[in-house]
């Protein structure tokens, strides 16, 4: 560490960031010497000990340790059960082109008689009236500081009376 400083003494930096960057390198590079890095433990379900598994795990080959790996295509039967369908582009096709289909686009029983009964709400035309240049303010005015509203992303809660009345022009 000394002789590591020693050289780190040598070198001139200009600023305290370059400073303290080199100084941690030294430090690190250091430790990383000296100590080496800290090897991982985890908990394993297998002994520890056991040295052929220790192997296999520090080779890292997969297929040793859990065995061949199945892969292959999905199989699977056609509308009318007769036949098996594996290729991947027409069971794309059965889930897509036909179970969905049929799944999904059936006609629904709907009694007309139930729907009329439903009690129908009186339409309230109230909101399709302009905002007045107050009830904009006001909205604005609740925003949340650093939050921008809405698809548009306009930044409004500090803006101008102008900018006010564009923004309650634009949403009328």
């Not at 030294?26 to 598994?53: C, I, M, S």
Request: hydrophobic share 30%.
């Amino acid at each position: 560490m000394d002789s590591a400083l020693a050289q780190w003494d040598e070198k001139e930096s200009s600023t305290p960031d370059e400073e303290r960057a080199a100084l941690q390198q030294v430090v690190y590079n250091t430790a990383k010497t000296y100590l080496g890095k800290p090897e991982r433990k985890h908990q394993d379900w297998f002994d520890p000990n056991d040295q052929e598994l220790h192997t296999l795990m520090s080779i890292r080959d997969q297929t040793q340790v859990w065995g061949p790996r199945m892969t292959g295509p999905v199989h699977m039967k056609s509308t009318n059960g007769k036949e098996t369908v594996s290729n991947s582009k027409r069971v794309v096709t059965r889930w897509s082109g036909e179970h969905f289909q049929k799944l999904l686009n059936v006609p629904g029983d709907i009694d007309h008689e139930a729907l009329n009964k439903i009690p129908q709400r009186i339409t309230k035309t109230s909101v399709d009236e302009m905002s007045t240049m107050d009830e904009m303010a006001r909205a604005i005015a609740v925003l949340k500081d650093g939050k921008v509203p809405g698809e548009m992303e306009f930044l409004l809660k500090y803006g101008s009376t102008e900018e006010t009345i564009c923004s309650t022009d634009c949403t009328n």
